[in-house]
């Protein structure tokens, strides 16, 4: 979700960025404020290159409220999307191109534009209320887990759209539910041997089980494989001009 931001700020390492690496995590806001944001003097930036957990995160802490950030320092994810986007707009609010753009303004170019598409999503307005409101109520239903950004939110319910409620899916998910799992017990289940413990005893059988299944997925597919392999060797054309069958 960071990946754009990252590279319009020309940060090298955006493809490897990870927020759930803490050292990562630390050094993007360290990056941020020695390159874009530049709020501190160098010399009281100090505390925020500490090593110590405490000292480092009373130091965010502080950044973040000099810097009138509305997030909680708990909430990671929130707190550096507003931190890169207020280091684009510190970046990129100065240029005489982006002085004058607004909203409006760019919906009156692309109205003016020849073959104006006439899809009725081009006109939604995507910060509506209604609209953030309609998405959170898909996203529940669909039980996609909450993001502060509603757009990426939109993206995500997209996602499972297509893989879940696809034509394709659905007659999967059809078939799935006709077949019928064999139930079998474990009690009933020979491992073959003892593991010495009842609950690792018990937890073989499962895994053994599970192998099973797997094994037996993998010849179906090896069965499906060989009868497609078949059907052309068994359908062989005959040549009048090469004096033999095949090709």
Not at 58 to 86: F, H, M, T, V
Not at 181 to 204: M, N, S
Not at 230 to 236: C, G
Request: glycine share 4%; hydrophobic share 40%.
């Amino acid at each position: 979700m960071f990946r754009r931001k990252l590279i319009a700020l020309d940060f090298q390492d955006h493809d490897a960025f990870d927020i759930n690496d803490e050292n990562k995590f630390r050094s993007v806001i360290l990056w941020l404020e020695d390159q874009k944001i530049r709020h501190l003097k160098i010399e009281d930036r100090e505390p925020l290159r500490s090593k110590q957990g405490n000292e480092w995160t009373a130091s965010l802490k502080e950044y973040l409220s000099q810097l009138n950030c509305p997030y909680e320092i708990n909430d990671k994810r929130a707190l550096l999307d507003w931190l890169l986007g207020y280091a684009i707009r510190l970046e990129f609010g100065d240029e005489e191109k982006y002085k004058n753009v607004t909203a409006e303004k760019h919906q009156q170019r692309l109205a003016q534009k020849p073959g104006n598409s006439t899809n009725p999503l081009d006109n939604l307005d995507f910060e509506d209320a209604e609209f953030k409101a309609g998405i959170m109520s898909l996203a529940t239903m669909l039980q996609i887990p909450p993001h502060h950004d509603h757009l990426d939110l939109l993206k995500a319910i997209c996602i499972t759209v297509v893989e879940k409620f696809s034509q394709d899916a659905l007659d999967a998910a059809l078939k799935q539910k006709n077949i019928k799992d064999e139930f079998i017990p474990l009690d009933k289940t020979e491992l073959g041997f003892d593991a010495g413990d009842y609950i690792l005893t018990e937890a073989a059988k499962i895994l053994r089980l599970i192998h099973i299944r797997d094994l037996r997925d993998l010849q179906t597919k090896i069965n499906l494989a060989i009868v497609e392999v078949q059907k052309i060797t068994a359908d062989p054309k005959t040549d009048s001009r090469l004096g033999k069958v095949g090709y």
